[in-house]
């Protein structure tokens, strides 16, 4: 898993974290949400808090390729969770380098990884530049990014309502390196922001499953979503003035652990698009040509978000230990 953890990265990792079927090898953290060593602090802690002590946590990249350094914490607090200070009993140190640890793992397990990119992709890119062929060798990769794939137009996809209103952090805080692995062929699948946006779960379901409970992982999530679900309820105006947050990398997980409850892929290649209004440039799914050469990678349109929810309050509800 390679994240910048911030709060739905939290979440993300409780799914993987509970679920037995799955092996963790590594978690790599990587700048976006906060700075990048806060970013593995906060993994840190939330592996903790599920009693999972045995996964490992390495420091990945903390700075984009190219361009300035960007972060998300107007969204998710200058920590990454929501200002509440919480940091794990000893911080991740800055050796063994998550890069290293990544080309290693893959040596070691060839065709056997399926990567879970949640933040910027600045640590698959910067492997790229040691291995070439690393997204080949992976089983799979996950990512969280790009607008979606351009239904109708390919040459001015802001036309179309849906690239408006969206934005992608993931790859605009490093298009240099969503570039790099857009570039490549492998078994890679996108789940970006017009999915994710459809997905904006209500406050107290958070709420109710804490106090009915009383797991830490569950009120860990309830401790620091409060600012968090303040900017989507500000960014996302519900009905009664209904708090909501978003599970945006919870929907990764679940295309990966739940391949059922994606509803709806196309396979494409991503092109690069500037919105004329910022300047930002963003990646989406453009229409194959005659000929085409270009890898071409699954970008999700739709999922069984009811069936996501329900992923989500099995594994809150669910006792520790967790292993």
């Not at 739905?8 to 976006?32: N, Q, R, T, W």
């Not at 040596?107 to 080949?136: K, R, V």
């Not at 059922?260 to 494409?268: I, S, T, Y």
Request: proline content about 7%; charged content about 25%; glycine content about 8%.
């Amino acid at each position: 898993m390679d994240t910048d953890t911030g709060v739905d990265d939290a979440l993300a990792l409780m799914l993987l974290a509970a679920d037995p079927e799955v092996e963790i090898l590594a978690v790599l953290s990587v700048f976006g949400n906060c700075h990048g060593d806060r970013a593995a602090d906060n993994a840190r802690y939330v592996l903790d808090t599920c009693g999972r002590q045995d996964v490992p946590v390495y420091r990945g990249c903390d700075v984009p390729l190219k361009q300035e350094l960007k972060l998300s914490s107007g969204v998710h607090g200058d920590d990454g969770f929501g200002n509440t200070g919480l940091r794990p009993a000893v911080s991740v140190p800055t050796e063994p380098n998550g890069i290293q640890i990544l080309l290693d793992l893959v040596n070691e397990h060839e065709g056997e990884i399926d990567y879970l990119a949640l933040g910027p992709q600045t640590n698959l890119a910067t492997a790229l530049q040691t291995d070439p062929l690393l997204l080949e060798r992976l089983k799979s990769v996950t990512i969280v990014g790009t607008l979606g794939p351009a239904l109708y137009n390919d040459t001015e996809p802001w036309a179309d309502r849906r690239f408006r209103v969206s934005r992608d952090p993931n790859v605009s805080f490093d298009i240099d390196a969503a570039q790099e692995v857009a570039s490549r062929p492998g078994n890679v699948t996108w789940c970006g922001p017009y999915v994710t946006r459809q997905a904006l779960v209500p406050e107290n379901f958070f709420l109710d499953i804490a106090a009915s409970t009383g797991y830490a992982p569950a009120e860990l999530i309830t401790k620091i979503s409060h600012d968090y679900a303040g900017f989507y309820s500000r960014s996302y105006p519900q009905p009664d003035d209904a708090r909501v947050m978003g599970i945006n990398d919870s929907l990764a997980v679940a295309t990966l652990l739940r391949p059922e409850l994606v509803a709806g892929a196309v396979q494409r290649p991503l092109a690069t698009f500037e919105d004329p209004e910022t300047g930002e440039r963003f990646l989406a799914g453009v229409h194959p040509e005659k000929g085409e050469t270009r890898p071409q990678h699954r970008v999700i349109f739709d999922m069984d978000f009811n069936g996501v929810l329900e992923m989500i309050d099995e594994t809150l509800r669910r006792p520790l230990p967790w292993r």
